[in-house]
Nanobody, 113 residues
Framework: QVQFVESGGGLVQPGGSLRLSCAGSGFSLSDEIMTWHRQAPGKTREWVATLFPGGATFYTDSVKGRFTVSRDDAKNTMYLQMSSLNAEDTALYYC???????WGQGTQVTVSS
């Protein structure tokens, strides 16, 4: 059974950093196109970043240069390193196998002073 557990969210001040984790089970994360998404209050879920099995990464424009997605194959875990955070980054963050209907519970990121 494919499952994701996201973690690492929290409250951070503007300009701060956080690293989110997405631990996968029931599949090999390194074999899949993996994505990060987020949903801010009152808004629809939006795509944030994609990590391909070969290591290529893509980002939505608003996070380019600030967010970095990576993977630890030994831990079957994907990460989202976020820096220079601002209030517009406040959202519930999710990971997903690209195109899969399965979602984790998400991890909340709140950027506030």
């Amino acid at each position: 059974q494919v499952q994701f557990v996201e973690s690492g969210g929290g409250l951070v001040q503007p300009g701060g950093s956080l690293r989110l984790s997405c631990a996968g089970s029931g599949f090999s994360l390194s074999d899949e196109i993996m994505t990060w998404h987020r949903q801010a209050p009152g808004k629809t879920r939006e795509w944030v970043a994609t990590l391909f099995p070969g290591g290529a990464t893509f980002y939505t424009d608003s996070v380019k240069g600030r967010f970095t997605v990576s993977r630890d194959d030994a831990k079957n875990t994907m990460y989202l390193q976020m820096s220079s955070l601002n209030a517009e980054d406040t959202a519930l963050y999710y990971c997903q196998i690209h195109g899969s209907p399965t979602w984790g519970q998400g991890t909340q990121v709140t950027v506030s002073s």
